[in-house]
């Protein structure tokens, strides 16, 4: 991540060799958002497109090409600054933290939504003959329901996880501010009260430490 300032390809590249690297990072990164917005964000489709590109009108039918190129060009350009954002923000994952991820959650959750996608779609258009409207809304609602859920279960783990590593503190704390019991904790060093000054000693005056003179 970039975050890692100190990583081995930030400090000991330079010239081509640092440029050749991060040709082949970003290059990577769009790629993949490319891929992406072709596969799961409609691609050059956008609105308006299939309207100018119907008028079968050479300027307006140009028009609405530049304008799918332009929406297609966006969504690579979104996805990008999702990639920069997160990997400005987060710690870099191991590649075998991303491929336990992948294949203990991400896949099964696949193949869990492609059965079940295609469950509802039999039930619902091919036997009791639903339009596809109806079956677009009906999924859209459960995809939602399920990301709520998703979002919820994971704000629950990670603020039991967060009150779990304050406890102690929390409790010491308690401790402290509780009546006579427990030892009292140090104010933090930024709320102690500034010292006083102290007066310099007068010429002439025994140093402190330095012993009145009788030696035993």
Do not use: H
């Not at 975050?3 to 990577?28: C, D, P």
């Not at 009108?57 to 799918?68: D, M, P, S, V, Y």
């Not at 509780?178 to 102290?198: E, K, M, N, Y």
């Amino acid at each position: 991540a970039e975050s890692e300032l100190v990583a081995g390809y930030l400090t000991e590249y330079s010239g081509i060799r640092w440029a050749m690297f991060f040709l082949g990072e970003y290059g990577n990164m769009t790629i993949v958002s490319a891929i992406t917005a072709y596969f799961f964000l409609g691609g050059y489709s956008g609105p308006g497109v299939a309207f100018l590109t119907g008028l079968n009108n050479g300027w307006w039918a140009l028009l609405g090409n530049l304008l799918a190129v332009g929406y297609f060009i966006i969504k690579v350009y979104a996805l990008c600054f999702v990639f920069i954002w997160i990997r400005s923000t987060l710690p870099r994952l191991r590649s075998d933290q991303l491929m336990q991820f992948a294949w203990l959650i991400l896949i099964p959750i696949t193949l869990i939504n492609i059965i079940v996608t295609a469950g509802l779609w039999l039930i619902l258009v091919s036997a009791i003959g639903l339009p596809n409207w109806v079956f677009l809304v009906i999924t859209g609602i459960i995809n939602w329901a399920a990301l709520y859920g998703f979002v919820q279960l994971v704000s629950r783990v990670t603020s039991a996880s967060t009150r779990r590593a304050q406890a102690p503190a929390i409790r010491a704390r308690q401790r402290a501010t509780s009546a006579g019991t427990g030892p009292a904790l140090p104010s933090l060093p930024l709320r102690d009260a500034i010292p006083a000054r102290v007066t310099p000693a007068p010429q002439g005056a025994t140093p402190v430490g330095s012993g009145t003179g009788q030696n035993e």
